[in-house]
């Protein structure tokens, strides 16, 4: 299947800085990007849909100006988490379709103290 | 809106045996896709099977297989031959179709799969 990577795959940060995230589709180009958070035991939740070359859609209840998204190129998504608190600290995935299937970066864990 | 529902939280299956993992969606969109993903302790998402709605056939990859009933809404997944490997946590998600592309996912809230030596 298809390659997304994503960097950091774990980060820690001090209350007060931002953090930036990457994902990247390795063997395809991808129009839109998608960012989810997920907590232990829990499922994904849509944060974002990142669409290259326009602004991102966010899902209601998320902070677009906390979590500020831009898709770069057509190979390159990145999160940035700004200002950050602990309750930030989650596991951030993004994922981006090929076709019609999403295929998932390997998460970051942020964790700010 | 869209819907995913998982109503089996935790499953534990013998290691060879089959188990069925199950899921009901609710959409008023006529052309969509439906998956299954694995997480593993590792929390990489893995796609492990996909159904195309308008395919009457069912999706078999392997050691996978859906039951897709459209009129029910209902897509089981059911592993076959279980591996220690198998262990992880299932999601059944669903993607409708627009102007040809995928749109985002709606998750199931997931069923965490035991495989019992």
């Known amino acids: 299947g298809a390659v997304v990577s994503q960097h950091p795959s774990w980060v820690i940060c001090k209350s007060g800085t931002s953090v930036k995230i990457e994902c990247r589709s390795l063997?395809?180009?991808?129009?839109?990007m998608f960012w989810y958070r997920q907590f232990p035991k829990q499922s994904l939740m849509l944060m974002a849909t990142s669409n290259e070359g326009s602004k991102a859609t966010y899902e209601q209840g998320v902070e677009k100006d906390k979590f500020l998204i831009n898709h770069a190129s057509l190979t390159l998504s990145t999160l940035t988490v700004t200002s950050a608190h602990p309750e930030d600290s989650s596991f951030y995935i993004c994922?981006?379709?090929?076709?019609?299937?999403?295929?998932f970066g390997p998460g970051t864990r942020l964790t700010v103290t | 809106a869209q819907t995913v529902t998982q109503s089996q939280p935790e499953m534990s299956v013998q290691e060879a045996e089959t188990v069925t993992l199950s899921c009901t969606y609710d959409t008023s969109e006529s052309d969509y896709y439906l998956f299954w993903y694995k997480q593993p302790p590792s929390r990489q998402m893995i796609l492990v099977i996909r159904?195309?709605?308008?395919?009457?056939q069912n999706a078999t990859e392997n050691r996978f297989s859906v039951n897709f009933q459209k009129a029910a809404k209902s897509f089981s997944l059911k592993i076959s031959d279980s591996q220690l490997g198998d262990a992880a946590m299932y999601f059944c998600?669903?993607?409708?179709?627009?102007?040809?592309?995928?749109?985002?996912?709606?998750f199931g809230s997931g069923t965490q799969l035991t495989v019992l030596p």
């Open positions: 159904q195309e709605a308008y395919k009457q």
């Open positions: 998600a669903l993607s409708s179709i627009s102007s040809g592309s995928a749109r985002q996912l709606t």
């Open positions: 994922s981006a379709p090929p076709l019609y299937e999403q295929y």
């Open positions: 063997d395809f180009q991808a129009t839109t």
